[in-house]
């Protein structure tokens, strides 16, 4: 058996690029730069076919020992006490190599998006894109690169902008992704990316482990979702010793919500004789609605497998169905995808130039019926200049529906914070800031994390919704293909605010207690005793008694006042701490809604322009075909016949791109 037995890498993807480098130099020998510009960005993105699959899961299930095993190399850090900190990237490389990623920027500028790679809502961290320009990119926020910008474009924890590189050893990886093995640098680690070169990875794939879950309401679930909503392909792992929890279940369905190739892996089957029981189990728990199908591996018969080369061995471990999955319909699809992508993209240009010759040609053949061949392109020309004004339906349903959506995702925002401004309200009452403060801030970052993805994956869905709506208004006139808008992962930004807390949590000491008491029940004493004194009536030792009894009250009243003059400091804490997550998400939200808004604008604006070229050249050659002579007819009509052909052709070959 192959160490590596993944399939060989698709020639899809270079078809594709052969057909791109065809329109390529059509659009040369046609003078078609403009044309031109948008093939190139089209075979860019040929070149670089990011495909992010995410493994997550609880933590301590095997993700990092799969993510060894199914590359055949030890790249994550795997250990009994300590859990990924930090995510770990892994993609091709000619060379091995291994780079902290460290946040840089500042707030409000970087936006991470999951995973080193290209973000689709993400690509490289290093290799910037605008996400998502209709037409030149994917949608961008998978874990992985950053066009871009999260979960694919830059690792999650990221903001905006790309991360700062630093190459370290190989042997140094666990170093820095596991906890507590080693103090931060001066800047913060936000993930760790390794290169390795496998066959598996040659086509753009990006694997990328990811901290535990900890909970759906944990930071780290909000980060884990944020990349899966960028991410091609999610491996949802679960161990053998027990059934899936409700917790991994709400995962799993939130994850299904934002990605639509979901399967669970049951590892350390090797270890847990029962776990034809547990698959049967899980099996019966996805079955209500998921749609998500459970695969049963041992990383470690897989990883004795590739030592031995025993192909026996590595289809008992179960990962030989894993990687076909992987590699089939994960990666040849979204290569598939891509490729069509750029068959749309020759198509649609090809057309415009066979539109443009066909125009030329008709007055050619019938010099009688010219005029009315320029007629027609004179209203063709009208219409097409329509569209670049700032009435056009598309441009007004764009300016429309971005400040409707800004409004609506601001309202969302506050709406969800001032629900968790009310909850922690309510459990500040009837706690002791004093016991149970650190547990309160975990929870509050927690909670914020959670409603910010949902905030998000509403701006994501809500944006896609409205580009698809300027799309079908410009649709007619362009005949172009809508390619998704880019929404960056917010969830990091918001990760970067702290709970500046200036709160007395020191309860009394026994020592100061004591003072308390004293100083109330010698108040009290002498109190009655002045009393007693103008009533001539004696207390003796009965003044002892109301002096206790006084002091009691006293420590009893000062210990009230101090747990509500605490709790009145934690709930200016964490009032602050959600109006600085409002301000921030707030601010990144309308910046994101601006980028979309330009980038769609600019795309659109860049096909009327192209259209208006088509038209005006081809008006052009109209004109001049009625004042043709007739041998100068007959030559020209083969030229273009000559002319047409070729590009039909072309049109054919990027028809048979994907078969």
């Known amino acids: 058996m192959a160490a590596h037995p993944e399939a060989a890498r698709p020639s899809v993807l270079a078809r594709a690029a052969r057909v791109v480098d065809v329109g390529l130099q059509a659009c040369a020998a046609y003078g078609r730069a403009d044309l031109g510009d948008r093939l190139a960005a089209t075979k860019r993105r040929l070149a670089d076919p990011a495909v992010h699959i995410v493994v997550a899961g609880e933590f301590k299930q095997g993700k990092s020992s799969l993510v060894n095993a199914l590359l055949g190399a030890n790249v994550c850090p795997v ?7 930090v995510p770990t990237y892994v993609r091709y490389g000619q060379q091995p ?24 809502a993400a690509g490289t961290p290093g290799e910037q894109r605008a996400a998502g320009t209709p037409g030149e990119q994917r949608a961008a926020e998978t874990p992985g690169e950053q066009p871009s910008g999260g979960a694919p474009g830059e690792p999650a924890g990221a903001l905006a902008g790309e991360p700062r590189r630093q190459e370290i050893p190989l042997d140094q990886v666990r170093r820095y992704a596991v906890e ?6 001066a800047e913060r680690v936000i993930g760790v990316e390794v290169q390795l070169p496998r066959t598996m990875l040659a086509n753009g794939m990006v694997v990328v482990d990811t901290p535990g879950v900890g909970g759906l309401g944990s930071a780290h679930a909000a980060a884990s979702l944020g990349a899966v909503s960028l991410a091609q392909a999610v491996l949802f792992v679960t161990d053998a010793s027990q059934e899936l929890t409700r917790t991994e279940l709400d995962f799993l369905r939130r994850a299904r919500e934002l990605c639509d190739t ?3 892996v049951l590892t350390k089957i090797d270890f847990y004789p029962a776990w034809r029981r547990i698959r049967d189990i899980n099996l019966r728990h996805l079955s209500g609605g998921l749609d998500v199908p459970v695969l049963a591996v041992s990383s470690a018969l897989r990883a004795r497998a590739v030592k031995a080369n025993d192909a026996r061995l590595n289809v008992e471990s179960g990962f030989a169905e894993l990687v076909q999955l992987v590699t089939r319909q994960v990666g040849e699809n979204a290569a598939d995808r891509l490729a069509a992508e750029a068959a749309d993209e020759v198509t649609a240009v090809s057309e415009q130039i066979i539109g443009q010759f066909e125009a030329e040609r008709a007055a050619l053949a019938d010099p009688a019926a010219a005029q009315a061949v320029i007629d027609q392109l004179n209203e063709t020309k009208r219409r097409v200049e329509s569209l670049r004004s700032a009435a056009a339906k598309w441009s007004q349903t764009l300016n429309d529906g971005i400040a409707d959506l800004s409004a609506d995702i601001d309202h969302d925002l506050r709406t969800r914070i001032r629900k968790i401004t009310q909850e922690a309200d309510d459990a500040i009452e009837n706690i002791d800031p004093a016991d149970v403060w650190a547990e309160m801030e975990s929870w509050l970052q927690s909670r914020v994390s959670y409603e910010v993805l949902a905030n998000y994956t509403m701006l994501r869905a809500r944006a896609t919704e409205l580009s698809e709506q300027v799309a079908q208004h410009f649709r007619e006139a362009s005949g172009d293909m809508l390619h998704p808008v880019g929404v960056y992962n917010p969830a990091p930004v918001a990760s970067q605010v702290r709970i500046e807390s200036k709160i007395e949590l020191e309860k009394m000491k026994a020592g100061k207690q004591a003072m308390v008491a004293l100083r ?28 206790l009894v006084m002091g009691r009250k006293g420590l009893r009243d000062e210990k009230k006042r101090q747990v509500a003059q605490r709790r009145a400091q934690a709930k200016n804490a964490m009032r602050r701490y959600c109006d600085e997550v409002n301000f921030v998400m707030g601010k990144d939200s309308r910046d994101t809604l601006r980028r979309i808004q330009r980038q769609l604008r600019d795309h659109y604006s860049a096909l009327a322009e192209e259209l208006t070229r088509s038209n005006a050249e081809a008006l052009t050659a109209a004109a001049e075909a009625a004042r043709r002579s007739q041998a100068d007819r007959e030559k020209r ?5 000559a002319e047409l052909a070729r590009l039909r052709q072309l049109v054919k070959m990027a028809a048979e791109v994907v078969g």
Request: net charge negative.
């Open 180 to 185: 507590n093995r080693d103090p931060a640098p």
């Open 520 to 547: 109330s029940a010698y108040g009290g004493a002498i109190m009655f005793t002045m009393l007693s004194s103008l009533a001539g009536i004696a207390l003796g030792p009965l003044s002892i008694g109301i002096g």
């Open 79 to 85: 250990d009994d006490d300590v859990a990924t900190a």
């Open 637 to 641: 009509l083969r030229d273009l016949d």
């Open 262 to 264: 979901v399967v669970c």
């Open 97 to 120: 190599r291994a780079e902290l990623l460290l946040a840089g920027g500042t707030p409000g500028e970087q936006h991470a998006a999951g995973t080193p790679g290209e973000q689709h």
